[in-house]
Structure formats: C-alpha cells, structure tokens
C-alpha cells in the first residue's frame, strides 16, 4: 500500500508529521469561514444580529489560529505515558476548546433566551468538561488518562442534558423559526460533540486504535463542521433577526406570501 | 424645548466593541505564546496551564462583552 496512504495525510514542511496536511486544510477552511462570516455581517446594524456575527465570526477565528500554531508545531508537545511511549499531544486543540464551545453555547443561549445564571452554568459545566479533557490528556498513565477521560464524558453529559432540557424548553416559547434553528443547531452540537469523545478514547490519546493521521483528519472534519458548519446554518436562519418572534403567519397567509 | 417622549435607543457600547477585539487578540496571541514562556524558564505544565486559563478567561470576557454590546440611551 502506498505509505502516503497508510499514514492517512501527507508531510507538508517536510519535519515528518504527514497530519500536517489535514492541518493546513483545516487552518484554511476556518480562515475562509471567518472571511465569509465576516463579508456577511458586514454593514449589519441590528443589535441582536451583531451580537451572533460577533460570536460566531469570532469562532473560526481563534480556530484558525489553533490550526496555525499546530501545522506549524507549535501547538504541539510529547508526553511520556507508562507503558505506552511518547505521545504526540497537539495541546493547541485543547486551549481553542476552551475557547470556542463556551461561545458556540452562548449563541444557543442567546437564540434560546436563556437568564444569565443559566449561561453561566452551562459554560461552567462545559468548561470543566474541557479542563477534565486536559488534564487526561496530559496525564502519564493510561488508568489516569482514562479516567478523566470518563469524568470529561459525564461533564459533556450534564451539557447535553442543559441543551436538551432548559434551552429547549425556553427555546420553545419563541418563534417556529428561532424553534427550528435551534433545534437544528443542538442536533448538529448533540451529534458531533459527542463523536469527540468517541474519536478520542480510540485515537493516540487513548486505545491507540486510529492513528495520529486519521484522528487529526477526523478532529479537522468535526472543528470544521461544529464551528463553521453550525455558524453558518446560525447567520442563515432568519431568526436572528429581529422580529423573528413575531406571531408565526397561518396556512393561508404564508401561501399568499409565496 | 419637543413635548415628543424620548424615546429609548440602543447604541453599540464601543468599550465592549473594543473589548471583544483586544480579547480576541489576546487569546490568538496565547495559542502561540507557550514557547516563549517556556523560554523565560517556566515548566510546559506551568506554560500550559497559563496559556488554557489566558483562553477560557477572555472566552468568558468575550461573552460578557458580548452580553453588554448595547446600552439603551433614553
């Protein structure tokens, strides 16, 4: 089989990290996510409206970044773990996680309508998650990694159960359309933060299953996905206009609109 | 002097626009800041940690910004 194959990317600068590839892919993806987001709330003068693009231009921002800082081994670190050798670590992943998902909840909460308190213990819980997450994968013996591993997982857990139940339900008091574009946005949250434990505990960090190449590609594809995938089906939706809680139109109406 | 009620008006709070950017800045900055501060003698975990607090801290900032973008003005 072709080596390039087996090592699922391709060594870009040449320092034999062949996940170099998906990380230029990703750093440009983000950088042509937050050019788009940016050209599109250009000239916007709604105050709620603002209030989403800031957040969500800012996103695949610090993404970018991330994505920079790791394609040019920056973001990068080795761990020694009992029993299984020399980790490589990608920390910048970490530090945009921590970062970028409590923003990602805030526009929930704020398309929600959520009190302050809730926001605040929604990001609280999440960043604990992120923490928990960083702390395993900085410990030295897979018992430990695994561990807080499980701890990171229950947190993540706590905020699907925040997203499921007290967003939705204030959700549900708004208009059909912020209805619809929230619940499109917690499915496309619920789905693929939960593949990111799961690529985690089968990737190099973990059981060591999927190599460092085919994790680095598939935490590209979810980052992509989760920040400018979920932003742009946000800056899309009407309801982040204005009078998108205005009384939804009947059957008739809407026929005569189109 | 208008007998016309004031009406209240929402203006973008510039001390909050110019938060969000100086905190942005910062944490980009951050994810490229962790060399350098091993360079002044820090341990990588030190560093680290440093580094991941610097991104939650102006996250946190971002959304109190972010949260206080506007002020009414009557």
């Given at each position: 089989?072709?080596?390039t194959?087996?090592q699922?990317?391709?060594?870009?600068?040449?320092?034999?990290?062949?996940?170099?590839?998906?990380?230029?892919?990703?750093?440009i993806?983000?950088?042509?996510?937050?050019?788009y987001?940016?050209?599109k709330?250009?000239?916007?003068t709604?105050?709620?409206?603002?209030?989403?693009?800031?957040?969500?231009?800012?996103?695949?921002?610090i993404?970018?970044?991330?994505?920079?800082s790791?394609?040019?081994?920056?973001?990068?670190?080795?761990?020694?773990?009992?029993?299984r050798?020399t980790?490589?670590?990608?920390?910048?992943?970490?530090?945009?996680?921590l970062?970028?998902?409590?923003?990602?909840?805030?526009?929930?909460?704020l398309?929600?309508?959520?009190d302050?308190?809730?926001?605040?213990?929604?990001?609280?819980?999440d960043?604990?998650?992120?923490?928990t997450g960083?702390i395993?994968?900085?410990?030295?013996?897979?018992?430990?990694?695994y561990?807080w591993?499980?701890?990171?997982?229950?947190?993540?857990?706590?905020?699907?159960y925040?997203?499921?139940?007290?967003?939705?339900?204030?959700?549900?008091?708004?208009?059909?359309?912020?209805?619809?574009?929230?619940?499109?946005?917690?499915?496309?949250?619920?789905?693929?933060?939960?593949?990111?434990?799961?690529?985690?505990?089968?990737?190099?960090?973990?059981?060591?299953?999927?190599?460092?190449g085919l994790?680095?590609?598939?935490?590209m594809?979810?980052?992509?996905?989760a920040?400018?995938?979920?932003?742009?089906v946000?800056?899309?939706?009407?309801?982040?206009?204005?009078?998108s809680?205005?009384?939804e139109?009947?059957?008739?109406?809407?026929?005569t609109?189109? | 002097?208008?007998?016309?009620?004031?009406?209240?008006?929402?203006?973008?709070?510039?001390?909050s626009?110019?938060?969000?950017?100086?905190?942005?800045v910062?944490?980009?900055?951050?994810?490229?800041?962790?060399?350098?501060?091993?360079?002044?003698?820090?341990?990588?975990?030190t560093?680290?940690?440093?580094?991941?607090?610097?991104?939650?801290?102006?996250a946190?900032?971002?959304?109190?910004?972010?949260?206080?973008?506007?002020e009414?003005?009557?």
């Open positions: 089989m072709d080596p194959v087996m699922a990317g391709f060594d870009l600068l040449g320092d034999g990290r062949p996940e170099t590839l998906w990380l230029g892919i990703g750093t993806l983000m950088l042509i996510g937050t050019f987001f940016i050209a709330g250009w000239g916007v709604d105050e709620e409206a603002r209030e989403y693009y800031a957040i969500t231009i800012l996103v695949p921002g993404a970018t970044a991330a994505y920079l790791m394609f040019f081994g920056i973001g990068l670190t080795e761990v020694e773990v009992a029993g050798g980790l490589d670590i990608y920390y910048a992943r970490y530090a945009d996680w970062f970028t998902t409590p923003l990602l909840l805030l526009d929930l909460a398309l929600a309508k959520v302050r308190v809730t926001i605040g213990t929604l990001i609280g819980v960043a604990l998650m992120i923490v960083l395993g994968a900085l410990s030295q013996t897979m018992l430990a990694r561990s591993w499980l701890v990171s997982t229950i947190a993540f857990i706590f905020v699907l925040y997203l499921l139940t007290s967003l939705r339900s204030a959700a549900k008091r708004r208009s059909a359309e912020v209805q619809s574009t929230f619940n499109t946005l917690t499915v496309i949250t619920a789905v693929l933060w939960t593949a990111y434990p799961i690529l985690w505990i089968i990737g190099t960090e973990g059981a060591g299953v999927v190599g460092l994790e680095t590609l598939g935490f594809v979810l980052d992509v996905t920040k400018v995938g979920f932003g742009f946000l800056l899309s939706s009407r309801a982040i206009l204005p009078d809680d205005a009384p139109p009947s059957a008739g109406e809407t026929a609109a189109d | 002097m208008s007998d016309t009620p004031e009406t209240e008006v929402a203006v973008l709070n510039v001390r626009a110019v938060g969000i950017g100086v905190s942005f910062i944490a980009a900055g951050a994810l490229f800041a962790l060399p350098t501060l091993q360079n002044t003698g820090l341990g990588f975990n560093a680290f940690w440093l580094v991941s607090a610097v991104e939650l801290v102006t946190l900032a971002i959304a109190y910004f972010v949260l206080n973008l506007h009414t003005r009557g």
